[in-house]
Structures are given as C-alpha cells and as structure tokens.
C-alpha cells in the first residue's frame, strides 16, 4: 500500500468511474505452502497432501527442517543486489538459536505471515527487553527494521516466489514483460520494512519490469541500504534528485514545472527519482528521515515533485484512504506518462516504458484475484468513498 496523492485520472486509471464500485478485500494472508519450491536457499517445509483443510486455510505453517542462516545469494533473490543486512543476518541467527534452545518451533501464518504461538511469545519477550536496552531512536529503529525483515524473511521462505512475492503456486513472473528503462533515469523504491515481501505490494513490480539497477530498494531503517543510496544521491548531486511527495511545508512542483525547459536530460547525471513505499501513516516518518538527510547533506530542503495520475487499478482490490492517493507502481507511470508529454523527453519512449508498467500492474490484479476466487473468499467489500468520484 502506497500513499502518491494525486488529481483526477485521465489516462490509465480511468476504469474507475462510479462511486458505487465495489472492490476486494485488503487483508492478505500466508496460506499454507506448497509441497515443492522454486525458490533459491528454501527449505523443507511440512505442507503433506492430507492436512486438513481447516488447517491449511488457518494459513499457518512450521519449518520441520531446522533452517539455515540466510546467505547472501538468497538474500538477493529478493530483488537486491545490496549485501545482507549485518543486524538483520544477526536477528536471523539469534531466532535460530532460540528455536533449538526451546521446546517451541519457529511458526507464521495469519495477516502478513507473523510469528504465532508460543515461540512468538518467548522471542517478543527477548525483542522487548532487548529494544529497550538500545541508548537511541536511531539504534531503536534499525532494530525495529532489521527485526521485521528478519521475520519476513525466515516467514516467506519456501513459500514465496523470490521475484514477485507472490505464493509459488500463484507466481506471476511468466506473465510480466521486462522493459528497459532509459538509462539515464533511475527509481528507488524507499519501502517501509512492513511492505518487504508483501505479496500486493507493487512497487516490486519496477525491478521486475526494468531489473534491480534501474528501480534500486532501499529499506527504511536498514543502515547499509540507507548508505548505498545517500552515496548515489551525493555523485549526482541535489539538482538531479527528486522525491514523489506532496510536501506541505515546502513548495511542491509538477513534472512540467520542474523539467519543461531544463537540460536535465542533456547532461551525463543520472537522474534519481525517490519513491516512497508505504502507507500513508508510515510515509510521513519517511519522508521526515529523508528530509533530515538532505539538510545534514545539503543543507537545503529535498525538492519534491507533484503529479497529475490518478487512482491506481489495484485501487480495486487494495483501496487507498481516498481517491487522490495511488499505489507505488501508479505513481511511476504517472511519472513517466508526464515526462513523455514535456518536449525535452518526448523523444526517449518513456510512454512505453509506462505501459509495460501498466501491464505489470494488471497481471499482479488479476494473479491476487484469481488467488482469492480460486480459495474462495469474499472478492467484493462495502462502498466507500461514496462522493469522491462518479
């Protein structure tokens, strides 16, 4: 779930036409896994053929072989090519270790593939007492991150497909068609450790589409990701770095306001656009760490860019707090759609390169929706946003 705040759609998004449409359901849940894998560095996990439909529509599951640390290949297969966290390969170890020491087995499932049962309770007692301990927020909250991702990590093993995150047996990758993105253009995807390896999360959907050099993940609170991109931004220098975010405190430009009549794209920089992946309660403490980096920086404010797109295509099965905010993906065709039309970018194909996005957004609707129908639950929810749209 995104939070882009945008005007009225015209282009891609304008299959939402009535205030009265219905929409899926949001909640997404970790069913039980299937009884082989494709996935690199997964292991063995107890999905028999004769479980019982009860508890395999509970959307639980346990690790019966003991798994192993997380290497790095595996860690990249999610779609970085950044090194393995430290903390979070340190968090990962220390679950392991609890596991053996107790009684309890290592067990998610439910909303987000959490930890359940008793493990949970004995790792949250040691978590709690171990964040306590940390000396500041900046300590607080690289743990708090590093510790999320951990859990995801060691919860979708063996489970999810390592490209699109989505249950091996629903993956999607056959149907999504790469494209190459202009060089001179680079997204990152700065995502909320709540969001990493959610399976309708659709800003993975850029590194699936233009591959992990053009559309970079950075998690929020993870040190080294943070680095690797502050380093980048640093080479290219402020001029060339913009961030998707309406900035109250700050004067906020279109995409025609900031680029029509630049020589942006005449010189070799490359130029950064930052993408801010999360909800919308957890966006405003993003955006506050990237303001707070470009001051210590720059010392100046980050320049943040508006657009005109409307409401995202998933808005159907993952809807935002209102109509003018759109998912992360939307919020990317909408950029290049806009560039498309300013006269210096006219030339460089960024309308296809928006439509292969587009396409990928579609085969993510249509996978999460079959997947629903195909378990049988409930596609349709009570309206909302009754006088926003008609």
């Known amino acids: 779930m995104s939070m882009f705040t945008s005007a009225t759609s015209f282009r891609v998004f304008n299959i939402l036409k009535c205030s009265n449409y219905t929409f899926l359901r949001t909640t997404t849940y970790m069913a039980a896994p299937p009884t082989t894998t494709a996935c690199p560095g997964a292991v063995s996990i107890n999905s028999s053929a004769d479980a019982s439909p009860s508890s395999r529509d509970r959307g639980s599951y346990i690790n019966e072989a003991k798994p192993t640390t997380i290497t790095l290949q595996e860690w990249q297969a999610w779609g970085t090519d950044s090194p393995l966290p430290t903390q979070v390969a340190e968090i990962v170890e220390e679950m392991i270790l609890t596991e053996s020491e107790s009684d309890a087995q290592m067990k998610f499932g439910g909303l987000g593939g959490k930890l359940k049962g008793d493990f949970k309770t004995h790792e949250d007692k040691k978590h709690r007492a171990k964040y306590r301990a940390l000396d500041d927020s900046e300590q607080k909250l690289h743990f708090f991150s590093?510790?999320?991702?951990?859990?995801?990590?060691?919860?979708?093993?063996?489970?999810?497909?390592?490209?699109?995150?989505?249950?091996?047996?629903?993956?999607?990758?056959?149907?999504?068609?790469?494209?190459?993105?202009w060089n001179r253009?680079?997204?990152?995807?700065?995502?909320?450790?709540k969001d990493f390896l959610r399976q309708n999360n659709t800003g993975k959907l850029l590194w699936q589409v233009f591959g992990i050099n053009a559309a970079t993940l950075c998690l929020y609170g993870i040190a080294e990701h943070e680095e690797i991109m502050w380093k980048e931004f640093m080479d290219s220098g402020r001029k060339?770095?913009?961030?998707?975010?309406?900035?109250?405190?700050?004067?906020?430009?279109?995409?025609?306001?900031?680029?029509?009549?630049?020589?942006?794209?005449?010189?070799?920089?490359?130029?950064?656009?930052?993408?801010?992946?999360?909800?919308?309660s957890n966006s405003a403490a993003m955006f506050r760490?990237?303001?707070e980096r470009a001051d210590l920086v720059w010392g100046d404010d980050l320049p943040c860019i508006s657009l005109t797109t409307g409401a995202s295509a998933m808005h159907k099965l993952?809807?935002?707090?209102?109509?003018?905010?759109?998912c992360t993906a939307a919020a990317a065709i909408g950029l290049?759609?806009?560039?498309?039309v300013?006269?210096?970018?006219?030339?460089?194909?960024?309308?296809?390169?928006?439509?292969a996005l587009e396409n990928s957004v579609d085969v993510l609707l249509a996978s999460l929706t079959g997947r629903r129908l195909r378990m049988g639950r409930s596609i349709t929810r009570r309206q909302r946003h009754h006088n926003d749209i008609c």
């Open 146 to 181: 590093a510790r999320q991702i951990a859990c995801r990590l060691l919860g979708s093993r063996g489970y999810l497909c390592q490209r699109c995150w989505l249950p091996i047996e629903d993956c999607m990758c056959l149907n999504v068609v790469p494209c190459s993105l």
């Open 185 to 193: 253009m680079r997204f990152w995807l700065y995502m909320h450790p």
């Open 240 to 280: 060339n770095v913009w961030c998707l975010y309406p900035n109250k405190n700050a004067p906020t430009k279109s995409v025609e306001d900031s680029f029509h009549g630049s020589e942006t794209n005449t010189t070799d920089k490359t130029m950064n656009f930052i993408l801010i992946d999360g909800t919308w």
């Open 289 to 291: 760490r990237l303001k």
């Open 318 to 326: 993952r809807p935002q707090p209102s109509w003018d905010r759109t």
């Open 336 to 340: 290049l759609d806009e560039l498309h």
């Open 342 to 355: 300013v006269t210096e970018f006219k030339s460089l194909g960024l309308d296809k390169q928006a439509e």
